[in-house]
Antibody, heavy 118, light 111 residues
């Protein structure tokens, strides 16, 4: 079965750090761009970061540039999101999504909840 | 940045009746490769988003044929020919030609 499964969410302090992981299975992970998409409580969707299939290119939404880092380990079929300098507005469900081409996300995980609060 | 505007915000529909959702972009979504990367997602209550339609009008495997997408340039539409109870949820359009930007969502509910 083609799937992605997120882990690592939880409670983070303002100014603190959290790391999300996404385990991919059922497809050739190294062939696909991947993204992290988040959804604040009761809100819509926004793409936080994306990474090229070989990991050589990364892109971020403006509000997380310099604070978040997306990376991947193609040998282990894992995608990561390192989140530093956390802010209350980073509170959201974070989804890992597969991108077959031009951001047309076809596979989504169940999401990982991140809450930033003191 | 491209702005994606969906309407209506809320769409109460009678079971068995059609429903249409509009999505407009602030600039053309036609890519230099000739394709238009407009995608529609469904998010049922408590679930992750699910892709329904990609490249304007291509329906995903397993998506009922009552769902159809059309449009070009900056104006796009998702149509449900006969709404069923399982169609309740929020529908999002998303442009993938530039940075991925989602519309604000349209909540479909049963009258």
């Amino acid at each position: 079965e083609v799937q992605v499964v997120e882990s690592g969410g939880g409670l983070g302090q303002p100014g603190g750090s959290l790391r999300l992981s996404c385990a991919a299975s059922g497809f050739t992970f190294r062939d696909f761009w991947m993204s992290w998409v988040r959804q604040a409580p009761g809100q819509g969707l926004e793409c936080v970061a994306k990474i090229k299939d070989d990991g050589t290119e990364t892109y971020y939404m403006d509000s997380v540039k310099g604070r978040f880092t997306i990376s991947r380990d193609n040998a282990k079929n894992l995608l990561y999101l390192e989140m530093n300098s956390l802010r209350a507005e980073d509170t959201a469900v974070y989804y890992c999504a597969r991108d077959p081409h031009c951001n047309a996300y076809d596979i989504w995980g169940q999401g990982a909840m991140v809450t930033v609060s003191s | 940045d491209v702005v994606m505007t969906q309407s209506p915000l809320s769409l109460p529909v009678t079971l068995g009746q059609p429903a249409s959702i509009s999505c407009r972009s602030s600039e053309s979504l036609e890519h230099s490769d000739g394709n238009t990367y407009l995608t529609w997602f469904q998010q049922r209550p408590g679930q992750s988003p699910r892709r329904l339609i990609y490249k304007v009008s291509n329906r995903d495997s397993g998506v009922p044929d009552r769902f159809s997408g059309y449009g070009s340039g900056t104006d796009f539409t998702l149509k449900i020919s006969r709404v069923e109870a399982e169609d309740v949820g929020v529908y999002y359009c998303m442009e993938g030609t530039h940075w991925p930007i989602f519309g604000g969502g349209t909540k479909v509910e049963i009258k």
